[in-house]
């Protein structure tokens, strides 16, 4: 499986603003930062018994940014969707992906990617530059 390198995982990340880059099963996975409109997406699928069950697979299909080396959003999320077939219960990791999605949703600050298992890490947006007049 082709993973990413450093060069290819900062082109994401300054596309992306802040990405989280996991490794599970010998697959990468990469997942960006989702925008207010996606979480409040997710946030009614929650809420609705007839979605809850498949929201947290489908909002993280959402945020997929790249998979095995992939970096094109369709050819990533048909990549990750037979993933999520071998692994079903991927998106309950308590581990790696949970944490990792709770940080790049803003649930818990930065400094918790510190303690981000084994194969987990969080890459941040750059801070704004400013200009001098």
């Known amino acids: 499986m082709?993973?990413?390198?450093?060069?290819?995982l900062e082109t994401i990340r300054a596309?992306?603003?802040k990405i989280a880059d996991m490794e599970y099963n010998s697959h990468q996975l990469v997942f960006r930062r989702p925008s207010r409109d996606e979480i409040s997406m997710h946030r009614r699928r929650?809420?609705?018994p007839a979605e809850k069950v498949g929201s947290l697979d489908l909002f993280s299909q959402i945020i997929l940014a790249?998979?095995?080396?992939?970096?094109?959003?369709v050819k990533a999320r048909a990549l990750y969707g037979a993933f999520l077939d071998e692994h079903p219960a991927f998106?309950?990791?308590r581990d790696k992906f949970l944490?990792?999605?709770?940080?790049?949703c803003g649930m818990?600050?930065?400094?918790?990617?510190?303690s981000l298992g084994k194969g987990v890490s969080v890459r941040s947006a750059p801070?704004?530059?400013?200009?001098t007049a």
């Open 2 to 8: 082709a993973h990413l390198n450093a060069a290819q």
């Open 99 to 104: 944490p990792a999605i709770a940080i790049l």
């Open 91 to 93: 998106t309950s990791n």
């Open 127 to 131: 801070p704004p530059s400013t200009q």
């Open 108 to 114: 818990v600050e930065d400094e918790a990617a510190a």
């Open 15 to 17: 596309r992306c603003g």
């Open 46 to 48: 929650q809420e609705d």
């Open 66 to 73: 790249a998979f095995d080396g992939e970096e094109d959003p």
